[in-house]
């Protein structure tokens, strides 16, 4: 590996636009390879950069480093993909290495991308959380005073609701922003590997074990953020290691005769009551008290029926950016059915319903018909709120909510208390609306 280090170099750089068109090189790749830019401007990258497989444009894009033969050179490739294109940079040429000391280099650096890509930093900020609804707004300030610490959060609330997205936003805002934040899906993993993957292995733990070993997830989080999600499916047996790695601050791969101190902050979510999976002898009562230092409850959408709209914008606005499309508003019949139906997938089915429409609309404007329903799925639009559907955003949501609580204490023979749980808000919630819309 030191050959390769002693002629590792930048070649130069290609940097191509989101359609996989070269809009430009640097100057040392044009004399390196002596190519003409009027030669290569405009040119699709595949017909740039032969590669010995059958990958497409998309398969380039998504390699992070793969051979391929420019001006009858054989080179080694990085790929780096941006917001609105890649840079592909050439970082070893043919006959500088021994064919052996290529794959070497190869395999580490594949690798070594891999390892990287999987201690995620965080992506998203509160900012980059829509909805200004009191509910929201309230959870996401709670959330940003408790990022300061170091403590253990747990994020509850139903799924589809963006439990990740908050842990990965309170991760941004902290003192480990910079260190990584690693993420496990506890039901993804079953349960015969889940301890080797969270905790590690040491060389010969098991049958089939790297013999060199393996750190879990727990160690590649160190100084950084772990991120459980899920947590009611961990495994029972496990949860008494995690317990172990919470209260003395270390670790025991598997297979291992000594402990390694970790710094770590752990944030787990669930979508399922822990109470009842504690009564139910399905998971640890210590476990979860040390869990429960902080517990954030996200709201459900039908309990924030003001960022509805905003949110379905917000979806508007990514697959437009996504899918090339053009679409500019959204139809007020398809307003109405989005405020009035119930959302149980929340976020995650608004997302999906919206690029379902997205993919088929047919101009610049969403409507009901270009989302496709099943006649179990489509909700009546009532034609009374027909008027309400018109202004700005901010005008038809108020009118939507100010028409939800009317029907609900309607229904409700004027009993407010009973009237929040139809709508599922707070009961102090709904008097703050009641002034606000000025209803009796």
């Not at 019949?333 to 976020?347: A, E, R, S, T, V």
């Not at 429409?357 to 179990?376: A, C, R």
Request: a neutral charge; aromatic letters at 8%.
């Amino acid at each position: 590996m030191e050959n390769v280090k002693n002629v590792l170099r930048n070649w130069g750089s290609i940097e191509v636009d989101e359609n996989g068109r070269v809009i430009g090189a640097t100057a040392d790749f044009y004399e390196y390879f002596m190519i003409m830019p009027t030669d290569l401007i405009g040119e699709s990258i595949t017909r740039v950069i032969h590669t010995s497989s059958t990958l497409s444009l998309k398969g380039l894009a998504h390699k992070h480093v793969f051979s391929g033969v420019i001006s009858g050179h054989s080179c080694f490739i990085r790929v780096v993909r941006r917001e609105a294109g890649t840079l592909y940079t050439i970082i070893i040429r043919q006959g500088e290495l021994e064919y052996s000391d290529l794959v070497y280099f190869a395999n580490s650096l594949e690798k070594n991308e891999a390892k990287k890509n999987s201690l995620l930093q965080s992506r998203y900020s509160f900012e980059e959380i829509v909805g200004k609804s009191e509910e929201i707004e309230r959870v996401k300030e709670l959330a940003a005073r408790i990022a300061t610490s170091s403590s253990t959060v747990l994020l509850t609330g139903e799924t589809g609701t963006g439990k990740e997205l908050f842990a990965q936003a309170i991760h941004s805002l902290s003192t480990r922003k910079a260190q990584p934040f690693v993420p496990v899906n506890c039901a993804a993993i079953p349960d015969e590997l889940f301890e080797s993957e969270i905790f590690g292995y040491e060389a010969g733990a098991f049958s089939g074990a790297k013999k060199e070993g393996k750190p879990g997830k727990i160690e590649l989080a160190q100084n950084g953020t772990l991120f459980l999600d899920e947590i009611s499916e961990l495994p029972y047996q496990a949860q008494g290691k995690l317990l172990r790695v919470l209260q003395e601050r270390e670790v025991e791969r598997l297979g291992g005769t000594g402990t390694k101190n970790v710094d770590i902050r752990i944030i787990a979510a669930t979508n399922r009551d822990l109470r009842t999976l504690i009564q139910e002898g399905k998971f640890r009562q210590d476990l979860y008290y040390r869990l429960y230092v902080f517990e954030l409850k996200i709201p459900s959408l039908r309990e924030r029926h003001e960022d509805i709209l905003p949110l379905a914008y917000h979806f508007v606005e990514y697959f437009n950016n996504k899918l090339g499309s053009n679409v500019k508003e959204i139809d007020p019949k398809l307003q109405d059915w989005l405020i009035q139906y119930d959302w149980p997938g929340n976020i995650r089915e608004i997302k999906a319903i919206i690029e379902r429409g997205m993919n088929i609309v047919d101009g610049g404007t969403l409507t009901l018909d270009s989302i496709y329903f099943t006649p179990n799925f489509i909700l009546e639009v009532p034609s009374a709120m027909d008027n309400s559907m018109s202004g700005t955003l901010d005008e038809v949501v108020g009118n939507a909510e100010k028409s939800a609580i009317q029907r609900a204490l309607k229904d409700s023979e004027g009993d407010r208390s009973l009237a929040a749980q139809k709508l599922k808000i707070h009961v102090a919630s709904l008097y703050r609306k009641i002034a606000k819309y000025k209803l009796k």
